[in-house]
T-cell receptor, first 113, second 109 residues
Framework: TAGITQAPTSQILAAGRSMTLRCTQD?????MYWYRQDLGLGLRLIHY???????GKGEVPDGYSVSRANTDDFPLTLASAVPSQTSVYFC????????????FGEGSRLTVL | GQNIDQPTEMTATEGAIVQINCTYQ??????LFWYQQHAGEAPTFLSY??LDGLEEKGRFSSFLSRSKGYSYLLLKELQMKDSASYLC??????????WGAGTKLIIKP
């Protein structure tokens, strides 16, 4: 079972360049999320989507954009990368039950130089 | 996370019991989660509490006291594979998740 697939696994990017992190799920979950994880901090929500066709801003949305054209895909784009965007990025989905368990992709490690 | 307080690191011995504590702000509470995250891997769901009391799931148990804004994760019969970070996560009344920075648990033989 694939679950959630993220690509690339890791990437080194020059500052000022654009980058899209891909996320695909095969669980037919309505809700999807993008988080970043930095040392010493809790996961921080960048953007989310409650259902296909809708997106919303999380805690740290600046410098990032997302789209949700269909249920399965939720790409995250950095239009012009800056060094402070160096982080590990996790895509997640939720099955919408009351428990609200999140299912995570394996993460994408991004280094912006 | 701003509203979640948990120890940064703990050390325990293989076969022993360890309790990882977490405190959170009580206003707008709507559930408490624990996730496990091995180094270099994604978080995985461990437990969910919304009512007071103890939820037991094999070697792992999670406790919640809503009036005290307090939860703990109890790990019994520790195994080396339990070495990981344990993330305490509060869900607020808007169904937003507030993540703690995690407790790194080191298991020694």
């Amino acid at each position: 079972t694939a679950g959630i697939t993220q690509a690339p696994t890791s990437q080194i990017l020059a500052a000022g360049r654009s980058m899209t992190l891909r996320c695909t799920q095969d669980m037919r979950h309505n809700a999807m999320y993008w988080y970043r994880q930095d040392l010493g901090l809790g996961l921080r929500l960048i953007h989310y989507s409650n259902t296909a066709g809708t997106t919303g801003k999380g805690e740290v949305p600046d410098g990032y954009s997302v789209s949700r054209a269909n249920t399965d895909d939720f790409p995250l784009t950095l239009a012009s990368a800056v060094p402070s965007q160096t982080s590990v990025y996790f895509c997640a989905s939720s099955d919408g039950t009351d428990t609200g368990e999140l299912f995570f992709g394996e993460g994408s490690r991004l280094t912006v130089l | 996370g701003q509203n979640i307080d948990q120890p940064t690191e703990m050390t325990a011995t293989e076969g022993a019991i360890v309790q990882i504590n977490c405190t959170y702000q009580t206003s707008g509470f709507n559930g408490l989660f624990w996730y496990q995250q091995h180094a270099g891997e994604a978080p995985t769901f461990l437990s969910y509490n919304v009512l007071d009391g103890l939820e037991e799931k094999g070697r792992f148990s999670s406790f919640l006291s809503r009036s005290k804004g307090y939860s703990y994760l109890l790990l019994k019969e520790l195994q080396m594979k339990d070495s990981a970070s344990y993330l305490c996560v509060q869900r607020d009344s808007n169904y937003q998740l507030i993540w703690g920075a995690g407790t790194k648990l080191i298991i020694k033989p």
